[in-house]
């Protein structure tokens, strides 16, 4: 199984801030990578896939970026709606995983 | 628009089968798409259970796939889940989701999109 390390687990931040989220696959997955927001108690919506794409109707704060093993999601200004969990996922072998996810949190 | 919602049991019974219904709205089940499982255990990550076609076909997790089915129903535009011989490791929120594949140009782009509300089944006697 491909295996996807998010970095950092936790991230405390203030509104406006920049914020970057590292995801490193265990091998080359090319771009097929996607990345979710997850709000306490509601399913992953999907904010970009083939690593880079926005996904229609997100904002263009945020920006996906990388190819191969490593990858980074950037919020480019923190809002207050952005407070929420962040996984990566590979799409490009089987099984499909998920990275651990990344809590970001109000500092 | 799209909107899958999962359905079935809260609470299962250890070495019982758990058994969850996604119905799709707004599209065919039949639509050239695969329809996903995925589930979440209590402050834990995603984990990908497998995945079914309008044709039937299937890909599982090998962690999970000697105990999971998953079957289609076009009759009822919704797809089910079965898995076997739960223990408390199984407790978790269980999602459905559609598995989109899209060619640009010469590129095959993928994610999961839309996904449903989810719900929590627990295992315990």
Known sequence: DIQLTQSPSFLSASVGDRVTITC??????STYLAWYQQKPGKAPQVLIYAA???QSGVPSRFRGSGSGTEFTLTISSLQPEDFA???CQQLNNYPRTF???TKVEIK | QVQLQESGPGLVKPSGTLSLTCAV?????SSRNWWSWVRQSPGKGLE???EIYEDGSTNYNPSLKSRVTLSVDKSKNQFSLKLRS???ADTAVYYCARYVLVWFG??????FDPWGQGTLVTVSS
Do not use: E, K
């Open chain 1, 85 to 87: 969990t962040y996984s």
């Open chain 2, 106 to 111: 010469d590129s095959l782009f993928s994610w």
């Open chain 1, 24 to 29: 490193r696959a265990s091998q080359g997955i």
């Open chain 1, 52 to 54: 880079s794409t926005l």
């Open chain 2, 86 to 88: 739960v223990t408390a």
């Open chain 1, 99 to 101: 990275g651990q996810g």
């Open chain 2, 48 to 50: 990908w259970i497998g």
């Open chain 2, 25 to 29: 709205s707004g599209v065919s089940i």
